[in-house]
C-alpha cells in the first residue's frame, strides 16, 4: 500500500515537472524561435545557434565516446575476466570517474584541452570533456550487456570452431546492442543536461559555429544563464527548457525504434 | 587454452589499433587548432569574467561585430576572479570584473563601462518600509531576528545571504561593516534570480540582490519591494548620481594599456550609444 502510494507520488512528480515546463514553455516556442539567432541576450531572438553548437558538441562527444567506450567495454569483458591487475585497476578507476561531479571534468577539460592542446574555448574541448565525462558510465553499461551474454554460448561457438573474432562479431555485440543503446542514452542524457563542465570548455558564445573550434554555448548553459543572469530572461528559458526535453525524447524514442528494428533485422540473420 | 591463446593475440591487436587510432585523431585534432589560429585575416578578443556583465559584453560585442566585419569577439564567463586571473595570465584580451579592483589588482587597467546598485528586498507584504544600517547588521548578524521587532508581524526573519565569491556579498559586508563570519543566514543563494524568487515565495525572507534585476521583477508582478538604504531611494536618478550609497562598477579589465581592437573595443563599450544597451540590461549607464 505504502509503496503504491510512493510510486503514483513518483508518476505524479515527474507529470507535475514535465506539465510545468510544456505549460510556461509552450507560448514561447514559434518557428523563428527555432530558426533566429538570439538577441538582447536571449530575451528575444531565437536559438539556432545554441542548437548547431548543442547537436556539434554531442557529436564529438558521441564520436570519441563509443568507440574507445566500446574497445574498453569488449576488453574489460572479454579479455580480462575480473581476475587481471590492468582489469581490475580500470575498473576501480572507472567506478571512481563516474562519481566525481562534472565541474571537475570541466576544469580538467579546460586545462587539458582548452589550454594544453591548445583548443582554446570550443566546441572540440566541450565535446572531448564530455566524452571523458560519459565514457565511465558508457563502458560499465556496455560490459554488464557484453556479461550477461552467457557463458554456454561462447563455448558452443567456440566447440562449433568459430574463431573467437566471429563470436564477438555474430553472436556477443548482438546480443549486447540494447545495453550498448541503454549506455548511450544515459551518456546523452548526461552530455544534454551539462552546463558546468561547458562553461569552461565549449564556452558562452552565441554566434553560429562556423567550425568546430569555434565556441558554442551549448543549450543547458543558454537556460542556465537566461535564468540567472539575465532579468526577464525566464518566458525563453521555459521555451528552450521545453526543447531540450522534446530533445530528450525523440532521442530516447529514436534509439527504441532503432533497436526494434536492429533486432529484428539480427534475428532474421541467425 | 586455445581461447587464451587467440585471445592475448586479439587483445594485443586491440591495444594497437586503439593507440594508433588515438594518437591519430590527437594529431588532427592539434594540427586543425594550429590552422585555425594562423589565419591572418581575422582578429579575435576573448573576454572572460563576472557572470553579472557577460550577457552585457555579449551585447555590446554583437554590436561591435557588426560594425567591424573583420573581429571576432569571444565572451566567457566564469566569474570577476576568473576575469582576473586570466586577464593577468594573458589568457584574455579584457576581463570583466563586477566590482572595484582590490589593491593587490591595480596593476591592472580598469575601465567602469556601467554600474549595478544592491538594495535589500523583502516580499511586497512585509508592512516594514525600511530600516536603518545599524538594523540591517543586527538582522544579518541574528540579534534581530524577529519582525515584530521592527515593527512588522510576530515571524521569523528568514535570512538570505550570498555564497561565498560572490562580489555582491563583497560589497554588502563592506557597506555594513560586517564579517562574514559573523553572518547568521537561514538561505544561501547564488545568483540575483534565485534571491528574488526565495523572497518573493516566502513572506517573511529578507535578501540583498542586484537592483536592475529586482525592479525589472517587480516591475513584471512578482510580489517583492525594493527597501531604500540609509533613506535613499533605489531609484535610476539616484543611482545615475551616485547619492545611491551601495554601488559596483562593472569594470573591463586589461594587464597593458589597451592597443588597437582592445583599445577600440573598450572606446565602444563606453561611448554614448551604448547607453541603450546598458539600459536594456536593467543596469546604469555611466553619468555623462
Given amino acids: 500500500m505504502l509503496c503504491t502510494g510512493v510510486a503514483v507520488g513518483v508518476g505524479l512528480f515527474f507529470f507535475w515537472l514535465i506539465g510545468d515546463i510544456f505549460l510556461k514553455g509552450a507560448p514561447g516556442i514559434t518557428w523563428e524561435f527555432l530558426w533566429d539567432e538570439p538577441e538582447n541576450a536571449g530575451r528575444k531572438g531565437g536559438i539556432a545557434p545554441v542548437l548547431v553548437s548543442t547537436a556539434a558538441i554531442l557529436l564529438v562527444t558521441l564520436g570519441t565516446a563509443v568507440p574507445i567506450g566500446f574497445g574498453t567495454a569488449v576488453f574489460l569483458a572479454e579479455f580480462s575476466q575480473g581476475k587481471t591487475t590492468l582489469g581490475r585497476m580500470v575498473r576501480r578507476a572507472l567506478d571512481v570517474l563516474a562519481s566525481v561531479p562534472s565541474i571537475i571534468f570541466g576544469l580538467f577539460g579546460n586545462a587539458v584541452f582548452s589550454h594544453w592542446m591548445g583548443l582554446g574555448f570550443s566546441i572540440l574541448s566541450g565535446g572531448l570533456t564530455l566524452a571523458c565525462m560519459v565514457l565511465p558510465i558508457l563502458i560499465r553499461t556496455i560490459e554488464a550487456g557484453l556479461r550477461a551474454v552467457p557463458l554456454s554460448t561462447r563455448l558452443s561457438a567456440a566447440a562449433l570452431g568459430l574463431s573467437r573474432v566471429a563470436v564477438l562479431r555474430d553472436l556477443i555485440f548482438p546480443a549486447a546492442v540494447p545495453s550498448l543503446a541503454a549506455g548511450l542514452l544515459l551518456g546523452l542524457g548526461r552530455a544534454l543536461s551539462e552546463t558546468a563542465a561547458l562553461i569552461f570548455t565549449s564556452g558562452y558564445v552565441s554566434r553560429m559555429p562556423e567550425s568546430l573550434l569555434d565556441s558554442g554555448r551549448s543549450l543547458s548553459v543558454h537556460i542556465y544563464d537566461l535564468a540567472m543572469n539575465v532579468p526577464g530572461g525566464d518566458t525563453h528559458a521555459y521555451a528552450s527548457a521545453w526543447v531540450l526535453i522534446v530533445l530528450l525524447f525523440s532521442i530516447n524514442g529514436l534509439t527504441a525504434l532503432c533497436l526494434d528494428h536492429w533486432g529484428k533485422t539480427r534475428m532474421r540473420g541467425l | ?288
Fill in chain 2, 1 to 288: 587454452m586455445i581461447l587464451v591463446a587467440a585471445s592475448s593475440n586479439l587483445t594485443n591487436k586491440i591495444k594497437q589499433g586503439l593507440i594508433l587510432s588515438l594518437s591519430i585523431y590527437l594529431g588532427g585534432m592539434s594540427f586543425a587548432a594550429r590552422n585555425a589560429h594562423a589565419d591572418p585575416s581575422e582578429s579575435q578578443l576573448v573576454l572572460t569574467g563576472s557572470s553579472t556583465v557577460a550577457p552585457l559584453a555579449a551585447e555590446i560585442a554583437h554590436h561591435f561585430e557588426k560594425m567591424h566585419r573583420q573581429v571576432r569577439v569571444d565572451v566567457q564567463t566564469g566569474g570577476s576572479s576568473r576575469g582576473i586571473a586570466d586577464a593577468r595570465r594573458g589568457l584574455a584580451d579584457i576581463g570583466m570584473v563586477s566590482r572595484h579592483l582590490k589593491p593587490a589588482e591595480e596593476h591592472l587597467w580598469e575601465f567602469p563601462i556601467a554600474y549595478d546598485g544592491i538594495t535589500l528586498i523583502v516580499h511586497k507584504s512585509n508592512p516594514v518600509d525600511g530600516l536603518s544600517n545599524n538594523e540591517v547588521r543586527e538582522i544579518y548578524q541574528g540579534r534581530i531576528n524577529n519582525w515584530k521587532m521592527l515593527g512588522g508581524r510576530d515571524a521569523p526573519i528568514t535570512v538570505v545571504n550570498k555564497a561565498a565569491g560572490h562580489s555582491t556579498l563583497e560589497l554588502f559586508t563592506d557597506y555594513f561593516h560586517l564579517k562574514q563570519q559573523e553572518i547568521r543566514a537561514s538561505v544561501i543563494i547564488g545568483d540575483n534570480a534565485q534571491g528574488i524568487k526565495t523572497v518573493a515565495g516566502n513572506p517573511d525572507a529578507i535578501a540583498y540582490v542586484s537592483i536592475g534585476a529586482a525592479a525589472y521583477d517587480s516591475g513584471q508582478g512578482l510580489p517583492i519591494k525594493l527597501l531604500p538604504v540609509d533613506q535613499v531611494s533605489p531609484t535610476l536618478f539616484n543611482l545615475q548620481s551616485g547619492k545611491f550609497p551601495i554601488l559596483r562598477p562593472l569594470n573591463l579589465v586589461t594587464l597593458e594599456v589597451p592597443e588597437g581592437w582592445v583599445k577600440k573595443f573598450i572606446q565602444f563599450a563606453r561611448s554614448p550609444e551604448m547607453k541603450s544597451i546598458i539600459q536594456e540590461q536593467y543596469f546604469v549607464p555611466r553619468p555623462d
